[in-house]
């Protein structure tokens, strides 16, 4: 029943701690039922069972897809620990698994993405494009099916976000975008391990999933580290219908920097505030970097995240880090290009400026643009937007909103708080923004004593 065991642990092994490798040989022992006792001449000896892919799908349950669990045990089958079989197995050893668990896990790129030719359910020699975008989207799914099935969505309600199976495919889709498949594309070209590493370079996202779905779907080597930056904590969006679905989040916050990835916080939405540019701008300016998300009235759905507070200034703001990004039809992120620093602009009151919230490009000529008339804007990419080399995000390039979410993100930074005697309106930033979009100040503003230092207690 393929009970012999093979002399190459010592090498395939290595990579894990003593104690990593004693967990993964109790999870075979565990998925194996125990110990069977077997007679090797004259000495008896205990060896592990071998599993079957019943006895996989068995203890695993519901926690992962059958698909993925199929490709995950013909993907361990396949491995010759000896080297000198390519007949894969009927069953899979320890040492089958231990060496998968391995190379998935701590293994680089090139060993990966030999574990991932033999997840394709084809032979290697016959490896399409197709097959590997087939793999991503069954990854994907795969991931998002462990987190809800774990309870690990950490707030986000699968009921209150779109339907994340529409954002399998174009995910999928941009991910295998960096597959090299010549120019222009060949959808039948075989494919080898030399081309799976090259794109595992370039997609770090893969090896997240991978790492995900065996550490969360077996419960194994859990570590916090990790995946701590995963997906996001959801904060105050209990009772909120999001425009984004979870694999888009997953996405967009992989390209946030690490600092910021731990919490979303909604702080605005048009369902919620309304349509009025004073409150959309009371509630961003001084909140920290934040992920502003539109549905344009042909159901696109695109955005921008700005990676400083928003403030009020006749000229660009911002850094580097701040991106455009595209959710529905298809999901994808541009960032910085180089070309100029264009980053973040938001103005009104001005009759000589442009009044409104822009990012990237060129005054009156935004790759992301949200008219102090709110409802309007436009998005304007001639081919590209100079600053973030976007195309244009919106169907049209002068679109109309249906409706807008602000997400702040990291640590939520809080309006400061001041000790001096304030006036009535010092609360009240929607009043603030209002006054100045209408020409009016406070000439009270700046003449004020300044705060007498507080006494101490």
């Given amino acids: 029943m393929g009970n012999k065991q093979t002399n190459c642990r010592p090498n395939y092994c290595s990579r894990f701690l003593p104690e990593e490798q004693a967990e993964?040989?109790?999870?075979?022992?565990?998925?194996?039922?125990?110990?069977?006792?077997?007679?090797?001449?004259?000495?008896?000896?205990?060896?592990?069972?071998?599993?079957?892919?019943?006895?996989?799908?068995?203890?695993?349950?519901?926690?992962?897809?059958?698909?993925?669990?199929?490709?995950?045990y013909d993907g361990m089958r396949h491995?010759?620990?000896?080297?000198?079989?390519?007949?894969?197995?009927?069953?899979?050893?320890?040492?089958?698994?231990?060496?998968?668990?391995?190379?998935?896990?701590?293994?680089?790129?090139?060993?990966?993405?030999?574990?991932i030719m033999k997840?394709?359910?084809?032979?290697?020699?016959?490896?399409?494009?197709?097959?590997?975008?087939?793999f991503t989207e069954d990854l994907i799914t795969s991931v998002v099916?462990?987190?809800?099935?774990?309870?690990?969505?950490?707030?986000?309600?699968?009921?209150?976000?779109?339907?994340?199976?529409?954002?399998?495919?174009?995910?999928?889709?941009?991910?295998?975008?960096?597959?090299?498949?010549?120019?222009?594309?060949?959808?039948?070209?075989?494919?080898?391990?030399?081309?799976?590493?090259?794109?595992?370079?370039?997609?770090?996202q893969i090896s997240t999933f991978l790492n995900v779905i065996i550490r969360r779907g077996f419960l194994v080597l859990?570590?916090?580290?990790?995946?701590?930056?995963?997906?996001?904590?959801?904060?105050?969006?209990?009772?909120f219908m999001s425009l984004l679905n979870i694999p888009a989040i997953i996405y967009i916050n992989s390209y946030l920097p690490s600092c910021l990835q731990h919490t979303w916080r909604l702080i605005f939405?048009?369902?919620?505030?309304?349509?009025?540019?004073?409150?959309?701008c009371?509630?961003?300016?001084?909140r920290g970097p934040c992920i502003i998300v539109i549905r344009d009235r042909d159901g696109y759905i695109f955005g921008g995240f700005a990676s400083h507070s928003w403030t009020v200034k006749s000229h660009f703001q911002g850094d580097c880090r701040s991106f455009l990004f595209t959710i529905f039809p298809n999901i994808a992120v541009y960032t910085y290009s180089g070309y100029n620093d264009h980053y973040m602009y938001l103005n009104f009151g001005q009759q000589t400026m442009p009044n409104g919230l822009g990012m990237g490009g060129q005054l009156d000529y935004f790759g992301l643009w949200i008219d102090c008339d709110f409802g309007k804007g436009h998005s304007k990419a001639n081919p590209r937007c100079s600053t973030y080399n976007s195309p244009q995000l919106s169907c049209r390039e002068n679109f109309e909103i249906d409706c807008l979410e602000v997400w702040a993100v990291g640590d939520f930074q809080c309006c400061e708080k001041s000790s001096c005697k304030k006036n009535v309106l010092d609360n009240e930033k929607e009043v603030h923004c209002l006054l100045e979009m209408i020409g009016k100040c406070r000439h009270s503003e700046g003449v004020r004593n300044p705060c007498d230092d507080e006494d101490d207690d």
């Fill in 24 to 72: 993964i040989d109790g999870l075979f022992a565990a998925i194996a039922g125990g110990l069977e006792t077997v007679s090797c001449e004259r000495n008896r000896k205990c060896f592990p069972v071998p599993i079957s892919l019943e006895m996989l799908q068995a203890y695993l349950g519901d926690a992962i897809p059958q698909k993925m669990i199929c490709r995950i």
């Fill in 79 to 115: 491995i010759d620990p000896n080297g000198v079989n390519p007949v894969p197995s009927e069953y899979v050893i320890r040492d089958q698994f231990s060496i998968f668990m391995s190379e998935i896990l701590k293994g680089n790129a090139g060993e990966k993405s030999r574990m």
């Fill in 119 to 134: 997840m394709l359910l084809v032979p290697c020699s016959s490896v399409r494009a197709g097959h590997i975008q087939e």
């Fill in 145 to 204: 099916h462990v987190l809800y099935y774990r309870n690990e969505l950490k707030g986000w309600n699968m009921k209150r976000c779109q339907d994340f199976t529409a954002g399998v495919r174009p995910l999928a889709s941009q991910l295998l975008s960096s597959l090299k498949q010549g120019n222009p594309p060949i959808p039948d070209k075989t494919c080898d391990c030399s081309l799976l590493e090259d794109w595992l370079l370039k997609v770090p």
């Fill in 222 to 239: 859990n570590s916090y580290s990790e995946i701590a930056g995963f997906i996001p904590e959801c904060k105050d969006a209990r009772d």
């Fill in 269 to 280: 939405s048009s369902q919620i505030h309304g349509y009025s540019f004073a409150k959309f």
């Fill in 282 to 286: 009371g509630n961003i300016i001084d």
